[in-house]
């Protein structure tokens, strides 16, 4: 069942969700001696991200990885990998180990093999996964009617990522190439949280509870597909 928790305030969300996620990632390093945290980018969980930098934690046992990434090299706009390094691989959490997405290659595609290669170093198991949700219904890359997306859904996919084409949009902006993890590597996560703000967003998210149109609402897949595991975060 999902769990809800919703707030009058950013700031208090910002503020549970941390002790959340802190506790999350003590726990998995009390058990298996590592813990495991993908992260997603956009502004709205950069406030999250740098009060979980300053945790007290053991962040050398801790891996961070990406959830997604636009295919752009590090220090260009939009780029995943230079905000979660800019906000999270700051103060205490600078002891952690980082993985991103982007290589060399040309396109997605081409650089699929070395990232999956790479995403298979990350220390399982999976701890934590946190997760946005754009008004489009999209969370991850997981874009509305996207290229490749009905593999990167296919729960017969044994892969942790895969290349996405998405239609570009008001919310994809230009750059369309992207590279996510699959539905299969999220829901392999013991916790994932739905951060949610505003409004617009929150209708997003009680359409997707009850649609099962996956490719036009990848959401929803999630939320059909691996409820038991989620949390959702909200605040106006």
């Known amino acids: 069942m999902i769990e809800e928790f919703f707030f009058a305030q950013r700031a208090e969300l910002f503020e549970a969700l941390t002790t959340h996620c802190a506790s999350v990632l003590r726990r998995g390093i009390e058990a298996h001696d590592h813990a495991t ?18 945790q007290e934690l053991s962040w050398e046992k801790v891996d961070i990885a990406l959830v997604d990434e636009r295919w752009v090299n590090p220090g260009q706009p939009g780029s995943n990998e230079t905000a979660i390094v800019d906000s999270l691989l700051k103060n205490r959490a600078s002891e952690a180990a980082f993985f991103g997405m982007k290589t060399a290659a040309a396109t ?14 990350i220390h399982c198991p999976f701890d934590l996964c946190i997760l946005g949700l754009g ?6 890359s997981l874009f509305p009617h996207a290229g490749n997306l009905a593999y990167a859904l296919d729960e017969n996919n044994a892969r942790l990522c895969t290349p996405i084409q998405a239609r570009e949009s008001a919310v994809t902006g230009k750059l369309t190439e992207r590279m996510t993890l699959t539905l299969n590597a999220i829901r392999a996560c013991n916790t994932i949280i739905l951060l949610i703000t505003g409004e617009e967003k929150l209708e997003v998210y009680r359409t997707a509870l009850h649609s099962r149109d996956t490719l036009g609402l990848p959401v929803s897949a999630l939320l059909h597909g691996a409820g038991s595991k989620v949390s959702v975060y909200w605040a106006p």
Do not use: I, K, M
């Open 37 to 54: 945290v993908f992260v997603s980018g956009g502004s709205t969980p950069l406030p999250l991200y740098r009060q979980l930098s300053r």
């Open 108 to 121: 997605p595609t081409d650089g699929e093999v070395e990232c999956e290669t790479r995403y298979r170093r």
């Open 135 to 140: 008004a489009d219904g999209h969370t991850a």
